[in-house]
Structure formats: structure tokens, C-alpha cells
């Protein structure tokens, strides 16, 4: 048997990449900004952005919780979802969980969810999330909804729209999942 010494920032890298579940909110998060070509309109573009509508749908006996949000952005709107799966719904108020209004009208109370370590599927109307991540959030499992056509390229003088051929997320749906921080429902 052969032992590894991991030390200092190496370390909490090891750390990071056991816990870290790619179809984790935060594991596409990080896929994200890994995205070559680098840019810095997606992840750090999300200021101007307005959640104008969020919308919560429970499915208790499933232990899903469907997030379906409007974004507003530059005079457009687009329609990111986002489903986590494995959901601790607990029948009364406590002070370990928190409480919200679900689409039904109904309370529900769960244990917050985690970005790092709970499973979550994506989808958002707009194009940069189409092109560049839905095809391959579908590979890893992270796709909401059904497979996209495949992307064909009109031009061979532009690089490949996903280099990389990872998965990750558009600036719409990183905003959501800052609000649902701000909400409480969710800790990094």
C-alpha cells in the first residue's frame, strides 16, 4: 500500500474535490469558472440582474424542491429552474430548519439546503446557457429537462462554443442561486 503526504493548500484541495459533488450547485459553480475562454461577463455580470419572480414548488414524498425563477436582465427576461433533490422536509418549525410559502400556499419547513453537497438540475431559457452548457449538464446528469438538439457550428473560423465540454452554469441561473441565498433556503 502506498501512502501520499498532502500538505497546505494541496490539502484543502483534496478536501475540496472529495466533498464537492460535480452536480452540485457549487460544483458547477466552480466548472463554471473554469470555462475556457475565460470571461468575466457570466460569473461577475450577475449585479444588473433582477430576480423579479421565484416561485417554489415542493414534491414532498419525492423530496424534491423545484425552483422556478423570472430573471430580468437588459430589457429581457428568461426563465432559469433550478430542482435540488434529497430535501429534509420536517413537519413543524424548528430552529434548525427554515420555513417558506411553496406554490400551493402551503408552509413548508426544511433543512436548508446545501450548495456544495446537494444534487441539483439546471436549465435557463437564454442562449449562452443553451449553447455553451446544456448539452453537457446533460452528460454529467445536471440538466433539467430533456436532452437539447445537438449544436452545430455555422462557421469554422469561431472556436468551439464549450472547449472544455463541461458542464456549468449561465449568469441567470448564478443569480438565483444567490437569491435563494439571500432567502435563507440555501448556505454555501
Do not use: W
Not at 27 to 39: A, V
Request: charged share 25%.
Amino acid at each position: 500500500m502506498e501512502f501520499r503526504i498532502i500538505r497546505g493548500e494541496r490539502l484543502l484541495q483534496a478536501i475540496e474535490e472529495e466533498i464537492l459533488d460535480e452536480r452540485s450547485f457549487t460544483g458547477l459553480q466552480q466548472s463554471t469558472i473554469r470555462f475556457q475562454p475565460p470571461t468575466k461577463k457570466r460569473q461577475y455580470a450577475t449585479g444588473p440582474i433582477k430576480i423579479a419572480q421565484m416561485q417554489l414548488i415542493p414534491a414532498v414524498p419525492s423530496r424534491i424542491l423545484k425552483v422556478e425563477a423570472v430573471a430580468q436582465s437588459e430589457q429581457k427576461t428568461y426563465d432559469p429552474v433550478l430542482q435540488f433533490s434529497q430535501i429534509d422536509f420536517d413537519e413543524e418549525d424548528t430552529d434548525q430548519n427554515v420555513t417558506f410559502m411553496g406554490s400551493d400556499g402551503e408552509q413548508y419547513h426544511i433543512v436548508p439546503i446545501s450548495l456544495m453537497r446537494q444534487n441539483v438540475q439546471v436549465k435557463c431559457t437564454c442562449l449562452d446557457f443553451f449553447y455553451r452548457f446544456a448539452s453537457y449538464n446533460f452528460v454529467d446528469g445536471s440538466l433539467y429537462g430533456q436532452k437539447p438538439p445537438p449544436y452545430r457550428r455555422k462557421t469554422v473560423t469561431r472556436p468551439p462554443a464549450n472547449i472544455l465540454k463541461i458542464p456549468g452554469l449561465c449568469k441567470h441561473l448564478i443569480k438565483t442561486g444567490e437569491a435563494l441565498k439571500q432567502s435563507g433556503l440555501v448556505v454555501a
